[in-house]
């Protein structure tokens, strides 16, 4: 049982936040058990390892994770972890191979996981059960729409019903790609000294900093820099006023969405914006085919920032898909993918792999801004009594706008519906008593298997 009173971390009536949860290390773990050793994590995207003997590493929590295409083109994932002696058996960050060997004693494994090699076998062991001594598998991999995630939890609801609500918004992103989503290149990786949450929660949701801590960023780039705007995602330049009309933030049960709903400004930010947005208006009628008026006209091509719990954001506009990936109560990740359309002209391509750079890679003009306040905000939680203090997030409290689409709509992106949304949500993970219960269902009884094999006898 949890010795925290998760009620009183996380006051959601007055929208109030105890900042232990950024620094305390009791916290931190429960978290790893809690969250990310029962949340389907997301993984990478078939784009990556199309091929037999693909691979690719990333991280489940704080557990190095192998995920490799097998013989059979199956997608698994494992531990990277000699079942000899722990040592990794993969260095590299991705490639092609036969097998994973361990530097250390020299076990090998094949694509499938399975123990392949052993020096000395005949000679140092007497009948060793190799069946034994896979490496060890996450328990459930699964696609949706090429995109890859993973969950330790044998007893997990499906992926399909992890995600519920929010898959109407990732249909946006992967169904209107011309010839599918395609990840470019490799990720971004940027250490930052802060805790996890911090990012996540600036990334879906707080669209108050935008215009005030990117001043300067934003004096330069995009549609403000380039006087093709007054406003960026309707914030005027200098701060000086925001229109709340045209956008929205949504919460559903356990994922976030905040969108702009014009159908363009996610591509606000870029310099030279034409290639794109002409991309866009070519492939607007096909997606209005296929997902209709409303989210081929207002969300295709919005600045569109989805959340999914625990820690990752797929932003469209910005195109990237970003992991934060934890390193300890003080400590991050953030790995950030730049994503096309695999049919979009390779000049179009190159446009958003550059702005992506530009913006968030690890010297973009946005990401360095972010990392400082996330570093500071985290170790101002050193302090004992500041420890003791409590966040707000109680702007936009209360306040509704019409929603056709699915969640609960609050207007704005000067909001922090998403923000209240995620920790929340924080909040249940971290009291539910299984992974059902983190989704807001009950765990079955027993398993179905088992119900019908009663049935059947009786």
Known sequence: MTSFNYQELIDSEQALQKRSI???????????????????????????IPQHGDFIRTYMGEDDIIVVRGKDKVVRAFLNACTHRGNKVCQAEGGNTRSFTCSYHGWSYNTEGELAGVPLEKEIYDNLDRERFGLVPVAHVESYKGLLFGCFSESAPSLVEYLGDIAWYIDVVTDSAQGGLEIVGAPYRTEIPGNWKLPVENAIGDGYHVAWAHAGAMSVVGALGHGRSDNVLGISANNSG????????????????????????????????EPVLAHLEK?????????????????????????????????????????????????????????????????????????????????????????????????????????????????????KAAWDGPGEASPGLVNEACQRGFYDQWRRAMEAHNAHEIIGQTEPTAPLTSILREVRHG
């Not at 950024?22 to 990556?48: M, T, V």
């Not at 925001?242 to 969405?257: C, G, K, L, P, R």
């Not at 990936?325 to 096309?340: R, S």
Request: proline content about 5%; hydrophobic content about 35%.
């Open 22 to 48: 950024f620094w305390d290390p009791a916290i931190y773990e429960e978290e790893l058990k809690q969250i990310f050793n029962r949340c389907w994590l997301f993984l990478g995207h078939e784009s990556q």
């Open 242 to 273: 925001v229109d709340q009309s045209a956008a929205i933030e949504v919460v559903m049960n356990t994922h976030t969405v905040l969108t702009t709903l014009d159908g363009q400004s996610g591509y606000a930010l870029y310099d030279h914006p």
């Open 283 to 399: 492939n607007r009628p096909s997606v209005i085919e296929k997902l209709g008026e409303l989210r081929g006209r207002q969300l295709y091509g919005s600045e569109t920032h989805i959340g999914v719990f625990p820690n990752l954001q797929i932003i469209q506009g910005l195109n990237f898909i970003r992991i934060i990936h934890p390193k300890g109560p003080g400590k991050f990740e953030v790995w950030t993918y730049a994503m096309c359309e695999r049919d979009m002209p390779d000049a179009t391509k190159g446009v958003i792999h550059d702005h992506v750079r530009q913006t968030f890679g690890p010297a973009g003009l946005l990401e360095g801004d972010d990392g400082d306040f996330v570093e500071a905000i985290t170790h101002s939680a050193a302090g004992y009594a500041t420890r003791q203090l409590k966040g707000f997030l109680g702007m936009g409290m209360g306040r």
